[in-house]
């Protein structure tokens, strides 16, 4: 299939097969790093939550490895979500109308109550009151469930609010609302970072505020014809990473300007390393525009290159590990919650959070030794979501 570094055309039903494969595949296989980079962070949070940690977007004090892990893991969630917008699209693409409305719809609402009512309470007993975490996974089935009304704008329609909500939603950022205030709880959800009074003691916690991950589907959305059968590899592996190259070359126009889309960086003085943190350090939590335009630059750059790379064992098993995300994310969160319990039962709380861990060079060393006890059970599934497409509850996951 590849002739000089080029693909060549298709002719027979097999070339024609194997690039539906490298196509299909290269979307899974982005989503496997995203989930070994998921991994790294979420080890993090939880081998060290009890240790007190400065800020880690201010240049001048934090840990120079946590910086670095931080921004690794900072690609997660963008390239997540865009790639849901995409898989909705080549949902669409054998699915009526209706059919992927109604698929988005349950999806998004299962998502949301697994957020709810499984992820939350994995941390009760970790914090002093009961708190919905309304994170990523309730992000994206909110999403999705937008997205359900919104697929039936025009292809540039969609672009266009893509474009507006990722590019302008950083203009709402003098806008504050109160607890208290009328819109407060709309406002929490839609773009300010908040904690919500709910009845009984309990707390919500709108961690992933939308409004900017709404455009982040819809544009991951609108690629999506790009990904069409019809479309040669090597017109889709251009169009990605000039896409790609626009997205970062925009990003570094942008952060040295320092006039919008993030909060100003500053030149620490004699630290190039803590200098460069800073520039490199953006807000998340709503994702600022230029936290966006990196790693969805990047996003795009992998999913060109993965496909360029053909079926090798790297890419395959990536594939297979992103083939099943929903089962991952569930997984790998109540392994390490139950570490954490059964840690914090046995210790109880020590200097270093849970297993003495004071440093994060136990973070990768507990990294290096969990990553493939979670991919095995993560491949099983995957391979059984293949074999079993008439399973239909599988899909979601």
């Known amino acids: ?159 266009a609010l893509g474009l507006v909500l990722v590019c302008g939603h950083n203009l709402l950022d003098p806008i504050r609302l109160h607890q208290g205030d009328t819109l407060f709880p709309i406002w929490a959800l839609l773009h300010q970072r908040d904690v919500i009074a709910l009845p009984f003691g309990f707390i919500a916690k709108t961690t992933y505020p939308i409004l900017p991950w709404v455009g982040v589907m819809l544009l991951g959305n609108a690629i999506g014809p790009w990904f069409n059968r019809a479309v040669e590899p090597s017109q889709r592996f251009g169009r990605l990473t000039r896409l790609s190259a626009l997205m970062i070359a925009a990003f570094i126009a942008l952060r040295t300007l320092n006039v919008y889309g993030d ?13 460069a943190i800073g520039f490199l350090s953006m807000t998340k939590y709503p994702p600022s525009l230029l936290f966006l335009l990196p790693t969805l630059g990047a996003g795009a750059l992998m999913l060109a290159l993965f496909e360029r790379s053909g079926n090798s064992r790297l890419i395959s098993a990536l594939a297979v590990f992103g083939g099943a995300p929903m089962f991952f994310y569930l997984f790998h969160l109540t392994v390490l919650r139950l570490l954490y319990h059964t840690a914090l039962a046995w210790w109880g709380p020590t200097d270093g959070g849970v297993f003495m861990v004071d440093s994060y060079g136990w973070v990768l060393a507990w990294y290096a030794g969990l990553i493939i006890p979670l991919y095995l059970p993560t491949a099983w599934f995957s391979r059984l979501k293949q074999r079993r497409r008439d399973i239909a509850w599988l899909r979601f996951f």
């Open 263 to 275: 909060v100003p960086w500053h030149i620490v003085e004699n630290s190039v390393l803590r200098t």
């Open 1 to 159: 299939m590849l002739t000089n570094g080029q693909y060549a055309v298709p002719h027979t039903p097999c070339d024609r097969a194997h690039v539906a494969r490298a196509r299909l595949e290269s979307i899974d296989a982005v989503r496997g790093v995203v989930m070994i980079l998921m991994l790294l962070d979420h080890l993090r949070e939880t081998w060290l939550v009890l240790v007190p940690m400065p800020d880690p977007v201010d240049a001048s004090t934090v840990l120079p490895a946590l910086a670095i892990a931080r921004f690794a893991a900072s690609f997660c969630a963008p390239i997540f979500v865009a790639l849901t917008g995409l898989s909705a699209y080549l949902f669409s693409v054998s699915h009526s109308r209706g059919e992927t409305t109604a698929f988005l719809v349950k999806r998004g609402l299962l998502l949301m109550a697994i957020d709810l009512f499984y992820l939350s309470p994995l941390y009760w007993g970790v914090v002093p009151q009961p708190t919905f975490w309304l994170q990523v996974i309730w992000c994206l089935g909110l999403c999705m469930i937008l997205l359900a009304g919104l697929i039936r704008l025009p292809r540039s329609a969609r672009i």
